[in-house]
């Protein structure tokens, strides 16, 4: 979180248990929501990790600084541009043709996801964070800088975890996917000196939608046979 360890961990807390409630009535409504439902509660473990780098900073500890940090990471680069699009493909009828296209996009995000990451398990030195307005600010060096100016890298890294929930079968996951738009713009046009931080806090809070998604059933509107 953005702003202070208290409310990281307080986010956290509330994402996780959001989470853990869409996991249950996934559950008992529709196992195929499971790995939607799951994205709260990474979500919340995000907010968490970032709750120790406060921890760190405020504590002038550079491990704990480095351990959260590194946790954060491995959601923003590994594990977004996988799951999401993984968890519409998961979610998608089995007939659809749609589920083909989502299914490599899962495979091109995880690929995208070890060549942003791994490198900062390698080089520890790359993960820069800083305070920029009480907020927090990841400026790290990334291994794709050498080939591709960075703006290029984030473009391609919106596209893997935007295009799958417009791609997919269900309105309300195709909300979702321009919730995400709206979350880039504000904080392309307002919070740009914390970007990676506030964007992980937006879209972390904006998976409470799909909860609702979960909790209403929201997916039996275009497929009932499969939803009922």
Known sequence: ???????????????????????????????????????????????VMEGHVWMGLNHTDPTMIWWGAIG????????WPTWIPFSIYFLEPPESKR????????????????????????????????????????????FLDYFMPRELTYAIYLVMIIVPPLLSTYLHMRLFGL????????????????????????????????IYIIVHNKCCRECPQIFK
């Open 99 to 142: 589920k083909k296209p989502l299914l490599l996009f899962a495979l091109a995000g995880f690929t995208l996801g070890l060549i942003l990451f791994v490198p900062h398990l390698i080089n520890p030195k790359w993960v820069d964070v800083a305070i920029n307005r009480q907020s927090i600010a990841y400026e790290g060096t990334m």
């Open 1 to 47: 979180m953005c702003f202070s360890e208290p409310v990281s961990f307080a986010v956290g807390g509330l994402l996780l248990v959001g989470g853990a409630f869409a996991v249950h009535k996934a559950w008992k409504i529709n196992k195929r929501y499971l790995p939607v439902a799951m994205m709260p509660i990474f979500a919340g473990i995000q907010q």
């Open 72 to 79: 954060f990471i491995l959601f923003s680069w590994l594990m």
């Open 179 to 210: 919730t995400l738009i709206l979350v880039v713009t504000v904080v392309f046009l307002f919070l740009s000196y914390a970007y990676i931080s506030f964007f992980c806090l937006l879209a972390g809070v904006a998976t409470l939608h799909l």
